[in-house]
């Protein structure tokens, strides 16, 4: 075993042999998302995809996309962009943060056609070559990479062993084509991840075709991987990993708080709003309405509790005791002044709401 594999080893069970992978998901695997899916059975998170070229041209666009804490551990912060200068660059502002730089050949949306990143690039052999290796040399931290299949399965695993060789320590592979998008997803191919773990040396994730606990643990018999990546059934239910049923509501209840303690994004937070109440959304037309509509924290807060107390199993006393128990969030400590007159207005909108609950 050569000292590149060694290394990967180590690096790898220095980080715990993490087994519950949550993925790179733009505008959802953001701070506050992360942290929730880790008290839950998560023991690896990404970041969302990074552009690396704005990175380097934008002096907020760190601040804004790139959020973490001490306890976000273990980190990959993931990369794209074709250029390897242009990522070194990029990568360099955040290793220090992380545990290592994920580097993106799977996205398969327009977008990364465009501007020759993610899925597109594995057409190009030599220049996806070169980035790993550069890179590799270039930061302090280890390089992985997370990829996409092609169909003709010899090309394939022989893309996977270059990629090792030219120095990548952890390989994630999505069992599905960058044709297999949208509406032609298609079932993925546990099969050819299952051959590129038996080929490979270095430690292999599986993402893809992962929708209940069940199939996490069926992924890990069938495909002897090291680790199980999710990102849709992540978003649908954060506590997958956990192995237990728990109700999306409190989940909701939960994520809201921690959005708030990591100031995270309205436009993340309808977005993981609509996944976790999608089916009391359904249900309750008004709140879907309210829920598209609102432009603050506190209205998005306010949907996510009155779906909470519209649960019919729900005795009236306990849906006093949710008002009072959300309405006392904590705030940040260097944001707490200039939140405090929001917070007033929460708690006397919320005030208002209990008077109309049925009895």
Not at 232 to 245: H, K, Q, R, T, V
Not at 325 to 336: D, G, L, M
């Amino acid at each position: 075993m050569d000292d590149h594999i060694q290394q990967a080893w180590q690096f790898y069970r220095n980080l715990g042999s993490p087994k519950f992978i949550c993925a790179p998901m733009v505008d959802q695997s953001e701070l506050a998302f992360r942290m929730l899916t880790r008290k839950y059975g998560t023991t690896l998170a990404y970041t969302p995809m990074l552009h690396s070229r704005i990175m380097t041209e934008s002096k907020s666009y760190k601040d804004e996309f790139f959020t973490t804490c001490p306890e976000d551990r273990p980190l990959f912060a993931q990369l794209c962009g074709h250029d390897p200068q242009v990522i070194i660059k990029a990568a360099s502002m955040i290793q220090d943060q992380c545990d290592a730089i994920d580097l993106n050949f799977g996205c398969p949306q327009g977008i990364a056609r465009k501007g020759l990143y993610g899925a597109f690039l594995l057409e190009k052999r030599d220049q996806v070559l070169t980035i790993v290796k550069e890179l590799k040399q270039n930061i302090k931290v280890p390089v992985t990479c997370k990829i996409r299949v092609f169909k003709d399965r010899k090309r394939t695993l022989d893309l996977t062993k270059d990629i090792q060789s030219a120095g990548c320590s952890i390989l994630t592979v999505h069992g599905r084509t960058k044709e297999q998008n949208k509406d032609f997803v298609g079932q993925c191919d546990w099969t050819i991840i299952a051959e590129i773990k038996q080929l490979l040396q270095i430690p292999v994730f599986a993402n893809g075709g992962i929708y209940t606990w069940s199939d996490v643990e069926r992924c890990l018999q069938e495909t002897k991987v090291d680790a199980v990546m999710s990102s849709e059934a992540l978003l649908e239910n954060p506590a997958l990993f956990s192995g237990e049923i728990k109700d999306l509501n409190d989940l909701a209840l939960e994520y809201m708080q921690l959005a708030k303690q990591y100031d995270a994004r309205l436009v993340e937070i309808k977005a993981h709003l609509f996944k976790l109440l999608y089916t009391g959304l359904q249900i309750h037309i008004e709140q879907r309405s309210k829920l598209a509509a609102a432009k603050t924290y506190e209205e998005h807060l306010e949907v996510v509790i009155e779906l909470k107390n519209k649960r019919a199993d729900i005795p009236k006393e306990d849906k006093l005791g949710w008002y009072k128990r959300y309405q006392n969030f904590k705030q940040p400590q260097n944001n707490k002044d200039k939140e405090d007159d929001k917070q007033e207005n929460i708690i006397q909108q919320q005030d208002l709401l209990l008077q109309n609950f049925d009895s």
